[in-house]
């Protein structure tokens, strides 16, 4: 007897698509309505339905340099135990090594954060798709460098990665009206750009 039935299909896109992210957004794990996984951050069929967060708080954008960052889902299963999970990582790089950079990531670096990537990557109505990652558990920290590069040309700057632990794979968040997030259903304060 199966635990599950598949109840799609999928054939060739016809459409060719774009790699990347064009922008990272930091949410504090914290600030979403508790529990997060039901309240907080609401995921129906792989999508996010609604976004809430308590009142004075927003989401941090980050704008990403063309070719650098990436978003991640691995899959991790095992045969043996009959378990499989998704570990989400996001790598980010920031140009230019700045004291304001040093404090901003050592204030990421000491907190838990949910992340959305605005990718390269569009809908047929031509709006950006957006990743949500670490909806339940968070992301975290964990990895990362700063670097002065040696030759003129090499890279001056950050290195950061974040990654998480979930049991589900990393949701696709509703279409967007006009700019990012302005479902009527989302209740959160700003998006912080600088």
Not at 124 to 137: E, K, M, P, T, Y
Request: glycine share 12%.
């Amino acid at each position: 007897m199966a635990c599950t039935n598949l109840t799609k299909g999928r054939g060739l896109d016809c459409n060719r698509i774009s790699g990347g992210v064009k922008f990272i957004y930091f949410g504090v794990y914290d600030q979403f309505t508790a529990p997060i996984e039901t309240v907080g951050i609401v995921e129906a069929s792989g999508e996010v339905t609604d976004i809430e967060m308590g009142a004075g708080t927003g989401l941090y954008r980050y704008a990403m340099p063309m070719g650098v960052a990436s978003v991640t889902d691995t899959i991790v299963g095992s045969r043996e135990n009959g378990t499989i999970y998704y570990t989400p990582t996001a790598q980010v790089l920031f140009n230019r090594l700045t004291k304001e950079d040093q404090n901003q990531i050592k204030l990421l670096g000491a907190t838990k954060v949910v992340i959305f990537a605005q990718l390269n990557q569009q809908l047929a109505n031509g709006h950006d798709v957006i990743i949500c990652l670490g909806r339940v558990n968070g992301m975290e920290l964990n990895a990362g460098t700063m670097d002065t590069g040696a030759a003129w040309g090499d890279k001056n700057g950050y290195t950061l990665t974040f990654d998480g632990m979930e049991t589900e794979p990393f949701p696709m968040v509703a279409d967007y009206t006009t700019v990012p997030f302005d479902n009527g259903a989302f209740t959160m304060g700003t998006i912080v750009t600088s």
